[in-house]
């Protein structure tokens, strides 16, 4: 049974930008229509609850809220109060097909694309100390002194920020005893400090770095990987508490089999986590049963879990089936692969940059294709394109006709993903005619990726009553032209028509991938 989503979001529709940087007139309208009417909360009874957020120093869209108070001797109350997300957006709305058309926010070195429009996600939905009181939904957990779990509760509440702190703001209170929140800070870096000498007991990852929280396509700066003292406590806690939030909620939803579930499944540490629509082991973590729950503003499994949960308690029917959570599972998948893969890309770029602009100072000339040698053969080893900057230059010196610049690249240019470079060359050998046949064959059997390894492309020859070449790349066989021997023929004439058919076919086979 396929999912109902697809009755909303067509899957060719994904496939067809799935970066977005507009937002539907549809979507737009619904957004002016909250700002003017605000929220139609649908809660039966909301708590009023209170709490710190502890966020970089320009975030705006603050989606989670901290608070802990020991209640005895051996006992911990935490609470994480996480922005009602859900309940703004309805399930179909423009707004939610919109959300899950994207499935998280991109982080841009110069500006963020928002699953959820800008005026929501940094306003009317963002837990920052304005805009008055704000809708939560509500994860209290008591904890001995031993770390078991003795009760979970989940509410709907209504939020008040005591303190909007950033990474570094935290430290001038975190070590003043006179502060107002000191106590607090004191105990909330206890819970977090012990949490992860739980994990670290469990042979779990101590700095668990959720991407997922907020997914980035540019490289971070140096002070995120070297922060100060207080930056580093106050990331620990936020990171300790998260993962006890999204794995205490992920029991909860594996303890109901009758629940739709989605779950982040972990393999290997030398792997990438991806979502699972059943229970499953996150290995980074050492835990079973983790989801999202957290990050309702950026990203949209967390939406899908809170209204599970939240029509549960309300007792109205569960929205979402099993075939939903595939269908949510899967895009979510690619979404992440496909937007790391241009992360990658545009990395490749940035250095490529670099690296020509480099050796085009020590050179004190322009770069031949020769030069850029150890970068065409690394591109080409982890299936990456190759620099825009390199692109281009073999481009140039393509359409030079100077063969010994470009030549011996005619291999790696039909791998690549780059047609305009494969017709360019194709003209040049087909059409053009720069060089014999069997000259071009013969530079395609002699090519390695890198010294020692087997050649990309090898030929067999067989000649009884047929000519016949078959080509074989990377150890498969992807081409076999064969012609009636024909005595009429001049043999020299055979063998090249055979030998100009074959290569034909090799562009033909390379340009429809």
Request: net charge neutral; charged share 25%.
């Amino acid at each position: 049974m396929k999912s109902r989503l697809t009755n909303h979001v067509s899957p060719e529709a994904f496939q067809q930008s799935y970066i977005r940087t507009e937002y539907s007139p549809y979507t737009r309208n619904q957004v002016q229509r909250i700002l003017r009417t605000w929220i139609d909360d649908q809660a039966i009874s909301r708590e009023e609850v209170e709490a710190i957020t502890i966020d970089g120093i320009n975030s705006l869209d603050l989606d989670d809220a901290i608070w802990v108070e020991r209640a005895r001797d051996w006992w911990y109350c935490v609470w994480i109060h996480i922005s009602d997300v859900s309940e703004a957006i309805p399930l179909y709305s423009p707004l939610d097909l919109e959300a899950l058309h994207r499935t998280t926010s991109i982080y841009r070195k110069d500006h963020i694309l928002d699953m959820i429009p800008p005026e929501l996600s940094n306003g009317p939905l963002s837990l920052d100390i304005y805009w008055g009181k704000k809708l939560t939904y509500s994860l209290q957990i008591d904890i001995d002194n031993q770390w078991q779990i003795w009760n979970t509760r989940l509410f709907e509440s209504r939020f008040t920020n005591l303190r909007r702190y950033d990474y570094e703001s935290f430290w001038e209170d975190f070590s003043n005893p006179d502060s107002e929140h000191f106590q607090t800070l004191q105990l909330l870096k206890e819970v977090s400090d012990k949490l992860r000498a739980r994990r670290l007991l469990s042979w779990g990852i101590l700095h668990f770095n959720d991407d997922n929280r907020r997914l980035s396509i540019w490289d971070k700066t140096p002070w995120m990987y070297h922060p100060s003292q207080g930056a580093s406590i106050s990331h620990d806690i936020i990171e300790s508490l998260m993962v006890l939030g999204n794995t205490t909620v992920g029991n909860v939803v594996a303890s109901d089999a009758s629940l739709p579930q989605l779950f982040k499944r972990h393999d290997s540490v030398w792997e990438a986590s991806f979502y699972y629509h059943k229970p499953a082991f996150h290995h980074g973590l050492q835990v079973s049963n983790y989801t999202h729950f957290t990050s309702p503003i950026r990203r949209y499994v967390d939406i899908v879990i809170h209204r599970i949960l939240k029509a549960l308690q309300r007792w109205e029917d569960i929205p979402y089936r099993e075939e939903d959570m595939k269908f949510i599972a899967e895009h979510s998948n690619n979404t992440r692969w496909k937007v790391e893969n241009l992360w990658r890309q545009i990395d490749i770029d940035t250095r490529g940059q670099l690296y020509y602009q480099k050796q085009e100072a020590r050179l004190g000339r322009a770069l031949e294709v020769y030069d850029m040698k150890p970068y065409i053969r690394n591109t080409t080893e982890s299936s990456l394109k190759l620099p825009k900057v390199m692109r281009d230059a073999i481009k140039e010196k393509i359409q030079t006709w100077k063969l010994g610049n470009w030549i011996w690249s005619a291999w790696v240019i039909l791998v690549w993903q780059e047609r305009e470079l494969k017709e360019l060359i194709r003209k040049c050998i087909l059409e053009d005619q720069v060089m014999r046949y069997q000259k071009f064959l013969s530079i395609l059997e002699q090519t390695r990726i890198l010294r020692g390894q087997d050649a990309l492309f090898s030929f067999e020859y067989h000649d009884w009553d047929t000519s016949s070449i078959s080509v074989i790349f990377r150890w498969q066989k992807i081409i076999e032209v064969s012609s009636w021997r024909d005595d009429t023929i001049p043999p020299i004439q055979r063998s090249h028509k055979l030998r100009r058919e074959v290569i034909e076919r090799i562009f033909d086979y390379f340009l429809s991938l």
